[in-house]
């Protein structure tokens, strides 16, 4: 069982990590529109990745012996300056969850929850892939610019990123 601060807590992470999910499934509808078919794909499979993240957060609250809540989740936006917006804001969102990731770390040691304080070594490893993979991108945009040509191929490469069985 969980204790009740920990449980609120890993409760609000399943939400935060839906949350994310929608964000990144409203930027792939964005660049889609756009006709970035590279960036949408991309962000529609990260969309997944994040539903994934909360699954697993989910299932780990009933394991326990507690339960799982699903929050109300606020309506990400769906309407953004420039593809370089868009990934800007993706490496800021991946900023606060690794934060918000970082507390729960904290929490479960306060409390010596040490297996709940092993099973979010994985989220702080995937954090850590997260954030190198997004700050990479925004890096690239940097150095090439996001105008005419450089655009049309940073969208393929984006789309490049995205395994191929997806
Ligand atoms: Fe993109 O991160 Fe979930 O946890």
């Given amino acids: ?7 609120k807590k890993l409760n609000d992470q ?8 929608n964000l990144y499934l409203a930027m792939s509808s964005w660049c889609q529109a756009q006709g970035l078919n590279g960036a949408a794909r991309f962000l529609s499979t990260h969309s997944k990745e994040e ?12 394991e326990t012996g507690s339960m799982a809540i699903v929050g ?5 936006p769906s309407d ?3 593809l370089k917006d868009v990934f800007e804001q993706t ?3 991946e900023l606060l969850v690794t934060s918000r990731i970082n507390e729960l770390v904290e929490l479960t040691l306060n409390e010596k929850d040490y297996s709940t304080f092993n099973f979010l070594q994985w989220y702080v490893a995937e954090q ?10 925004l890096d690239r945009m940097e150095i090439v610019g996001i105008k005419g040509r450089s ?16």
């Fill in 1 to 7: 069982m969980l204790k009740e601060n920990l449980l």
């Fill in 14 to 21: 399943v939400t935060a990590e839906h949350y994310a999910s």
């Fill in 51 to 62: 539903l994934e993240h909360m699954y697993k957060l989910f299932n780990y609250i009933n």
């Fill in 72 to 76: 109300a989740i606020e309506a990400p």
């Fill in 80 to 82: 953004f300056e420039d």
């Fill in 91 to 93: 490496y800021q969102h």
């Fill in 128 to 137: 850590h892939e997260e954030e190198a993979l997004f700050k990479g991108i």
């Fill in 151 to 166: 655009l049309f191929m940073l969208d393929q490469e984006i789309g490049r990123l995205v395994p191929v069985q997806q």
